[in-house]
């Protein structure tokens, strides 16, 4: 039997049309959360949903479902979406890949003239990039009760608009109740974000667990002299503290391949003066790992080693863990429902761990869920060059169609 394809074409042309919307010249776009712009890009996915004959509902985050009733409407519906804000030099595809692959389901849906029995609703998620209201994904977060509705609506932008103000000013402050409703089943689709698929020739990831992560924000203080009169011996070089340890955190993430990611990505040096011996370096480390049981060794790693290297040179620090965010396991039922869409298509496939944070992260709380993955253009993304392959896009939308199909029948 010949299997039930999407429309690549018209996946294509969707995105290209939702990419005009804070098109940017060097063909990306900014479109950023509850800006006139967002506003123009979900008017458009609403009217495209209402063609296709969903009826539309919006919570008080803003988060839109569009559904596509079920034979036994009662049932809990399987919901398909991601995010349609970008970061300022965004690109086409980042969320509203995994937002116009829903509607193409619905829409393919429609061409077959398929019923399910349960519902199914394409969806948007706001504000996930956290670029203009930080932090990311924090409508989702509301969704799966991470956050009270009171937090999310008051987040606000560096000009002290509120979430809550913007929403309503766009039109987009519904009048639901955030969450408190069950899913059969969430499924996100999105470009992979890295290079893993491309360079392995792989069509489709199949997304297993997402990265947990821990943030920490160190302050190594020693003493400022100057660089001419201060004998080598009697220097206490917070920069150089720093440097050791920067050194041991890419050796943390080396040790613990080949899931572990080690990052000291901002550093402000005092008094950053060129003949001044460095009294006070502030540094930020990010470790990430799929694996609660190794990060938390990877946690133990950096606290032996900063303390280690702050003794030896007469340092004082102040060590803080600002954030931890725990590994996300996804359902594996809906894990199998994606491999063995794959499968059934004949795509090339591995199983693969998001290095990034995304909706699902937060849906899979409250809701069996996963997601599938397509390759991008040399990995890259949060980017105006970010691209994917037109067929690549279609095969992850086919995947979501035969894996949402497995669900709401089942
Ligand atoms: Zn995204």
Redesign the pocket.
């Known amino acids: 039997m010949k299997k039930m394809n999407v429309n690549q074409q018209r996946l294509w042309d969707s995105l290209m049309d939702m990419g005009k919307i804070g098109a940017t010249e060097k063909g990306g776009v900014c479109r950023l959360a509850l800006t006139d712009l967002d506003k123009q890009g979900r008017d458009l996915f609403v009217r495209w949903c209402r063609e296709a004959g969903c009826s539309i509902r919006i919570d008080r985050m803003g988060n839109i479902f569009a559904r596509r009733p079920g034979q036994d409407d009662s049932l809990p519906p399987v919901v398909m979406g991601?995010?349609l804000d970008t970061q300022p030099t965004g690109g086409k595809f980042?969320?509203i890949y995994?937002v116009l692959a829903g509607l193409e389901v619905i829409r393919s849906l429609n061409d077959h003239g398929i019923e399910t029995r349960a519902p199914v609703e394409a969806s948007v998620w706001t504000n996930?990039?956290g670029s203009r209201f930080p932090p990311a994904m924090v409508a989702s977060g509301v969704f799966a009760g991470v956050f009270d509705l009171e937090y999310g609506l008051s987040r606000a932008d560096l000009d002290g608009k509120t979430m809550g103000e913007e929403l309503e000013r766009i039109g987009y402050a519904g009048p639901d109740e955030v969450g408190g409703r069950p899913f059969k089943a969430f499924f996100e689709a999105?470009?992979e974000?890295g290079p893993i698929l491309e360079d392995e020739g792989k069509q489709i990831g199949v997304v297993t667990d997402a990265q947990g992560q821990r943030w920490y924000e160190i302050t190594l203080t020693g003493q400022e002299s100057h660089a001419g009169p201060t004998p080598m011996a009697r220097r206490r070089d917070a920069l150089v503290g720093a440097a050791r340890i920067v050194d041991r955190v890419n050796r943390i993430g080396l040790d613990n391949q080949p899931n572990a990611c080690a990052t000291v990505g901002l550093m402000q040096v005092f008094p950053n003066s060129r003949n001044v011996i460095p009294g006070q370096v502030f540094f930020t480390v990010d470790f990430r790992h799929p694996d609660a049981g190794v990060l938390a060794k990877m946690d133990q790693a950096l606290r032996e080693v900063s303390a280690a290297v702050a003794e030896e040179l007469g340092l004082e620090m102040k060590f803080e863990q600002i954030w931890h965010s725990p590994p996300v396991p996804f359902d594996r039922d809906c894990v199998d429902s994606v491999r063995n869409a794959a499968e059934s298509f004949g795509y090339s496939h591995r199983d693969i761990v998001s290095g990034?944070g995304?909706?699902a992260c937060y849906i899979a709380r409250v809701a069996p869920t996963s997601m599938v993955f397509v390759p991008c253009e040399n990995g890259i993304?949060h980017n105006e060059a970010e691209n994917a392959d037109p067929a690549d896009l279609a095969a992850g939308c086919n995947v979501l169609l035969q894996a949402v199909l497995e669900r709401a029948n089942d």
């Open positions: 991601s995010h980042d969320g995994g996930e990039e999105h470009i974000q990034a995304h909706d993304s």
